[in-house]
Structure formats: C-alpha cells, structure tokens
C-alpha cells in the first residue's frame, strides 16, 4: 500500500487555503514561507502574546495560542521570531501553580467543549497541548513542560488512561517521552494502541503521529508503526484524507497525513 503524493497535493492546492498550500510546499520544497502567509497567521496577536479565538472577546486563549504556533511551526517560522516568543511567554505565565492549563470563563461559549472551562476533562486537554508544545519550541529543560508533565501523571491512572480525551492521551505520551520519562509514555502508548482502529479519523491518526515523531518516539514503535499502516491504508480516490471537523479541514488533514508519512520516511 502507498500513498500518490502528487494526488495529495493536488487536493491541497485545490481545496486548501493559502496557509494549507504553503504548508505543504514547504513540506516538499527548501525555502521560507511567504511573508503574507506567515502574516495572516499572525494577524490579532495581543499584547500579551495571545490570540483570542473570536472577535469581541478581550482575552487570549491558550488553545488558540497553541493552534497558531502549531500553524507557524508548520510553515518552518523560526522559533525566535519576535511573536514566537511573545506568544510562549503567554503559556508561560498563564500556566497554574499546580502545572495545569484553564482557559478563561468568559470563552466558554466559544470554544469547543474539549477546551471549555470549567471541565476537567478540558483541562487535562489544554494541559497536555500547552506542555507539549512549549516541549517542542523551548525543549526538555523547560519547566513549564516539566511541571504540565507533573500535573497529567498525577490525573493518569495504573492502566495509562486518563479521564479525558483522547487526544489528550497522545499528546501527554509525547511530552513525558520528550522529557525523558518513558514508562509514563509506554504505559499510555500502550493504552492508546487499545483504542485506535477502524473507525479512528484519518486526522487523529496523522496528529497522533506527528505529535509522537516530533519527540523522537521511532516509527518502529508498536503503536506508531500500526498507526502510520493504518494511514497508508485511508487515502481517498481525489487524494484526500478526512477530518473529524468537516470537509473543511480536510485539507490541513491531508497536509498531515503526509508530513507524518514523511517524517517517518514512507513516501
């Protein structure tokens, strides 16, 4: 089984926006983004390094702080760039004593119930985004990540799982791998391997993946190797690969699901 990149990227170029069309070129091709592109991205940071996920509301997010350094890190921006480090100090001084993430009250009607406040299950979630993506732009001596990585083994039980999302579950299994503390991140692996199959979206996959190689777990790891087969295996006859979220997003699915297969030198 393979994957046609030339089908991919052409879905891309065709149903994807200007953002999604730099990705993946730069995903195949030397070079920067283009500034326009990259200032889109940008575009509404606050004063205090963070984006607001609406109009109207005058306060950043955490999650959507973390989406637009996701989005930056994708088209290659360079992680000293001046709003790079403007939008990590945000994460850095919203974190919680106890090493947790909550976003504000007042974003509660408009962010999306796996980021709300006032559940814990959002909680762990924001936690688990916000400690791994400080990890990957600040790296293993950063003690924001370190005690976001405190904070989830004490919400994860003996079994690996933890009351919350899945996503949450790989995206905390690559912050302790990243950190070094690799039983926390087998046992969890191990939990996830029990819960993919089937009926698991094409885009949960590829974010699992690319979350799990970005901190060097290898693609012959049990569960990552099953998960990148299982990638090859969802391709669409236009090229595609699907997005839990809608035919939207299918795009930046597509995107990912090739960047995974790159990184673990599939394609």
């Not at 070079?31 to 326009?36: I, K, N, P, Q, T």
């Not at 962010?111 to 985004?129: D, M, Q």
């Not at 079994?159 to 070094?180: C, E, R, V, Y």
Request: charged share 20%; aromatic share 8%.
């Amino acid at each position: 089984m393979s994957v046609s990149v030339s089908r991919a990227v052409e879905f891309i170029r065709s149903a994807g926006s200007a953002r999604d069309r730099e990705a993946v070129r730069i995903l195949f091709e030397s070079g920067h983004a283009r500034g326009e592109v990259v200032q889109t991205v940008l575009a509404g940071q606050r004063a205090d390094g963070g984006w607001s996920p609406a109009e109207g509301f005058d306060v950043s997010s955490v999650s959507e702080t973390v989406w637009r350094l996701t989005q930056l890190d994708e088209l290659g921006v360079d992680r000293n760039h001046p709003s790079v480090r403007e939008a990590l100090t945000f994460l850095k001084v919203s974190q919680q004593a106890c090493g947790a993430w909550k976003e504000h009250e007042s974003l509660r009607e408009v962010l999306p119930p796996w980021a709300a406040p006032g559940r814990p299950a959002a909680t762990i979630y924001v936690t688990a985004s916000a400690g791994y993506t400080v990890l990957v732009f600040c790296g293993p001596e950063e003690a924001t990540a370190r005690r976001a990585a405190d904070y989830l083994a004490a919400q994860t039980g003996p079994h690996g799982s933890m009351p919350s999302f899945i996503h949450s579950h790989w995206l905390a299994a690559a912050l302790w791998w990243g950190l070094g503390r690799r039983e926390m991140s087998d046992r969890t692996m191990a939990y996830l391997s029990t819960r993919i199959g089937p009926h698991t979206p094409d885009n949960q996959l590829s974010w699992m993946a690319v979350a799990l190689m970005s901190v060097g777990v290898s693609p012959e790891n049990a569960l990552l190797s099953t998960v990148l087969h299982m990638i090859l295996e969802r391709q669409a006859p236009d090229g595609r690969f699907t997005s839990e979220d809608g035919p939207e997003c299918d795009p930046h699915a597509t995107y990912e699901a090739l960047r995974a297969l790159k990184m673990a030198g599939m394609l």
